[in-house]
């Protein structure tokens, strides 16, 4: 089990305000065997200028950025739906969503706050019946998402930051993969 991505979206504008991968990627269609060209997509088409333009903007592999916006469309149906909190929870507890979605071997969860909803995906390798080890990574995934959260209020601490705007502060970058990384060695 890893974390291969992690997303903060706002929860006021909609839009995402930090997306990260954690793991590199295997081509997304080569892996399939349909196209052994490097930089192409299935079709045969050149996409490295759009690869180049899209990491640029985001630090996150096209294939985790799919699979966060799915995710993140998913955490917006929860929450319209408004069962997702439990009665009398408090603290991280309050704020847990859990297992939005699976799509192939990864698993997305949510985390949700007044100002940002947080999205992560995950490499899951544990069997669906293994109920006390789920509970174990739900305690793990709980505790780093309250910590990147404290991180990007931290942020938003800074009076030239803006609510609505794309997270540059390095700061919250550093502790985000600081963060990432003491979770992935578990």
């Excluded at 992690?6 to 793991?23: N, Q």
């Excluded at 993140?72 to 507890?93: C, Y």
Aim: aromatic residues 10%; hydrophobic residues 40%; charged residues 20%.
């Amino acid at each position: 089990m890893s974390l291969a991505a992690i997303g903060v979206v706002s929860r006021r504008s909609g839009k995402p305000l930090y997306m990260k991968s954690f793991v590199e990627s295997s081509e997304l269609f080569g892996q399939y065997g349909q196209n052994d060209t490097v930089g192409a997509d299935f079709f045969g088409d050149i996409l490295v200028e759009e690869s180049l333009s899209q990491t640029s903007e985001w630090s996150c592999d096209a294939k985790y950025e799919f699979m966060l916006h799915a995710a993140s469309e998913r955490l917006d149906d929860i929450l319209a739906e408004g069962k997702w909190k439990k009665p009398g929870a408090a603290g991280a507890d309050a704020c847990w969503v859990g297992l939005l979605c699976s799509m192939d071997s990864f698993n997305a969860y949510g985390y949700v706050t007044t100002n940002a909803s947080y999205v992560t995906i995950i490499e899951d390798g544990i069997a669906p019946d293994n109920v006390q080890l789920q509970k174990s990574r739900d305690v793990e995934l709980k505790t780093l998402l309250s910590h990147v959260h404290r991180a990007y209020t931290a942020s938003l601490l800074n009076p030239f930051s803006d609510i609505n705007a794309k997270i540059t502060s390095e700061r919250f970058t550093t502790s985000v993969i600081r963060l990432v990384n003491g979770f992935n060695k578990h």
